[in-house]
């Protein structure tokens, strides 16, 4: 078995409001094999972006925190190291992709300066050998007349091409693991395909780990081995991508690929999941989907169910699966 | 790896083709269209020039009294006459402006230097940095900076600092007025960029404070500020002009606008001799309208708020 390149425990990440403390991230453990893409995927708003935050180390007190658990990487806990240890790691060893690859730039850095500033730091290169590097890994990511856009601005650049950019910085210092939380949301659909077989070349190539959030089930069948799929800030199901999609085990996941079009399949109407996301200010001792759930008991509104490992690698938190407990 | 191009990568990338029209360049173009800010331009320049090169081409640069001409009208040998003491007015008042000018720029550059080190610090590093210095700042920023600058004028004048070192002091004093404004602006503008997804990305990237700092924040106001500064040039030569025409600035013999003016502070030589204090008038009118022409020309090309 390979090993974990990065084991999360009990990691909870809240957010201090006016109205009350969100639990935007709540208990989450999760692993990633060497070579692995693991995909966190749920609706908006159940916390993928926080689980992100909170091992990068960007989560800001005093409006958030994180409040426990551990994130076990290469020997140390990334929450207890010191700010200069942590910025070793940073974009060296963990890389980051993010939504908005036209935010993500700085507008008034060419795009090569950029690309170069991660090797100058933690490669130590010398701005010479940094900007040969920089225009190697511009044309590694596709990008033709690498020369000239080395020295152009992210304005001159289209979304997809920005995009390449950004994975060509992430990957720029070899790292163990790549994160990237939703990188081809904000791009056109063919553009999102080239992205995401980018990423699956960079993984079979380097063998880098990949944590990829996304909402859309359908990034997750291209390119996930293990997904995790998220509810109201908790994981509520996980499994191989294979087990997880043809036997999906929890009403959520279950509903959540059920409104997944399936290509060449005519469907009259897209299904959607019934009901709303809980408002997490208002999260009480139940499963935090009962109130769209279809299944639902009567224990489901009074007790959490807890996550609990299935036949595989396929873990589910539902009282259905549970022994003992009355249906009906 | 050999290369990841990502099945049909690389397709059309028409978007980058006038490579290298860097963003200065594009500034640059869109101030050249403002025929306003381009005459303030051009008055500037032509200050600078007759100021630091006019001198040399006159008879009269040596400064020489000569009682026998003294309070001369405009005439064919001194085109702005002649002041009590009998120099040449035009010469003088060029000589003048290479100090008011001087003074105006130099003090704007310490202050903007002080001024923007200070904010960015306190914006980067917050907390109890933050609170020193701009409770400092604030504390300034309360008084009015003429008060300040005449009780600083008045000491000078109290601890008989040479004439030929109150230039230099008269530098400091105006940028000691100067920095708590733009400290405050550069602060403000250093909170924003701060919350930029950009930042976000340089902190995942690793990247220590300095480079965060240098390359990615200040970049960023680099074009706020030199607006801020070429305004705040005029508010110096103004702020100067007052201290010197009070007598609290540079004093004579080293010639500043300001100062010519107060040698006509009394009333005869107000109404008799016009061309004592006109010129230097109207050259510290014109030359601050100028900047500020051009300052707000600037700010139309360069200001982050009004770009897309
Ligand atoms: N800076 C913040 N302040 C307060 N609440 C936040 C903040 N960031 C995220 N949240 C809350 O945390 C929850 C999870 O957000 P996020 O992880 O961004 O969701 P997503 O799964 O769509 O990425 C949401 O309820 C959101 O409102
Ligand atoms: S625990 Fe109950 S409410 Fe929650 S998903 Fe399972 S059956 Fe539905
Ligand atoms: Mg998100």
Redesign the interface.
């Known amino acids: 078995m390979k090993n974990n390149v990065i084991e999360i425990d009990h990691l909870s990440t809240y957010f201090y409001t006016e109205e009350g403390a969100v639990k935007a991230v709540n208990d989450v453990s999760l692993r990633i094999r060497e070579g692995e893409t693991v995909c966190i995927v749920g609706e908006s708003g159940c916390g993928k972006s926080v689980t992100a935050m909170s091992i990068m180390g960007l989560v800001e007190e005093p409006s958030g925190k994180v409040v426990d658990g551990r994130i076990h990487f290469e020997g140390r806990d990334l929450l207890r190291i010191d700010k200069h240890e942590l910025r070793q790691i940073r974009g060296n060893d963990i890389a980051m992709i993010f939504q908005e690859p036209m935010s993500s730039l700085n507008p008034v850095l060419t795009i090569g300066m950029q690309v170069m500033e991660p090797l100058m730091e933690h490669q130590k290169l010398s701005k010479k050998e940094a900007r040969k590097r920089a225009i190697e890994l511009v044309e590694l990511v596709g990008i033709s007349r690498p020369e000239q856009i080395v020295d152009s601005y992210p304005h001159e650049l289209s979304g997809g091409m920005l995009q390449r950019i950004m994975i060509a910085i992430a990957i720029s210092c070899n790292p163990k693991l790549l994160i990237a939380d939703e990188p081809t949301t904000a791009l056109d659909v063919t553009i999102q395909a080239q992205i995401l077989d980018m990423l699956r070349q960079i993984k079979e190539e380097s063998n880098t780990s990949i944590l990829l959030i996304t909402h859309d089930l359908g990034v997750v069948a291209e390119i996930a081995d293990y997904v995790i799929v998220m509810y109201s800030g908790k994981i509520v199901e996980e499994g191989d991508v294979v087990e997880l999609f043809e036997h999906p085990l929890h009403p959520y996941t279950q509903g959540l690929l059920r409104s997944k079009p399936i290509i060449g399949q005519r469907q009259d109407e897209l299904y959607s999941i019934p009901g709303q996301v809980p408002n997490p200010l208002e999260l009480k001792e139940s499963c935090y989907f009962y109130d769209r759930c279809e299944h639902c008991m009567s224990i489901c509104r009074t007790q959490q169910p807890v996550l609990h490992s299935r036949a595989g690698r396929q873990k589910v938190a539902c009282w259905l699966y549970e022994e003992g407990v009355s249906h009906g | 790896?050999?290369?990841?191009?990502?099945?049909?990568?690389?397709t059309k990338?028409t978007?980058?083709s006038p490579?290298?029209?860097?963003?200065w360049r594009q500034a640059f173009r869109r101030l050249r269209k403002n025929k306003l800010a381009m005459a303030g331009l051009a008055f500037i320049v032509f200050m600078f020039l007759v100021c630091f090169f006019g001198p040399l081409f006159s008879p009269y640069a040596n400064n020489k009294i000569n009682p026998a001409i003294m309070n001369q009208a405009p005439s064919f040998k001194h085109w702005l006459g002649t002041d009590l003491l009998g120099r040449d007015v035009l010469t003088r008042l060029l000589q003048a402006g290479r100090i008011s000018l001087t003074v105006g720029i130099a003090s704007m550059i310490i202050s903007v230097i002080i001024g923007s080190i200070l904010g960015a610090v306190a914006a980067y590093y917050r907390g109890i940095v933050d609170q020193i210095i701009m409770r400092i700042a604030d504390l300034l920023l309360t008084i009015p900076s003429l008060p300040i600058l005449f009780i600083l004028g008045a000491l000078l004048s109290e601890w008989k600092v040479p004439v030929e070192y109150r230039m230099y002091i008269v530098m400091l004093m105006l940028s000691f007025v100067g920095w708590p404004g733009l400290a405050r602006l550069v602060r403000s503008q250093m909170l924003t960029i701060r919350e930029?997804?950009?930042m976000?990305?340089?902190?995942?990237?690793?990247?220590?404070d300095r480079?965060k700092l240098f390359?990615?924040m200040i970049?960023?106001i680099?074009p706020l500020l030199i607006v801020i500064s070429t305004l705040s040039i005029g508010g110096a030569i103004l702020s100067e002009s007052v201290l010197s025409f009070f007598g609290l600035g540079v004093m004579p013999p080293t010639p500043t606008w300001g100062n010519m003016i107060d040698a006509a502070n009394n009333l005869i030589d107000f109404e008799q001799h016009p061309w004592l204090w006109i010129p230097p008038g109207v050259a510290i009118f014109t030359t601050v309208i100028a900047i500020n022409i051009f300052g707000d020309g600037l700010r139309d090309v360069l200001d982050p708020k009004q770009k897309k």
Do not use: K
């Not at chain 2, 490579?19 to 963003?23: P, W």
């Not at chain 2, 976000?200 to 220590?208: D, M, R, S, T, Y």
């Open positions: 790896m050999s290369s990841i191009t990502g099945g049909l990568a690389d990338q978007a980058a490579i290298r029209s860097s963003l930029r997804e950009y976000q990305a340089a902190i995942v990237l690793g990247l220590n480079r390359n990615h970049p960023n680099v």
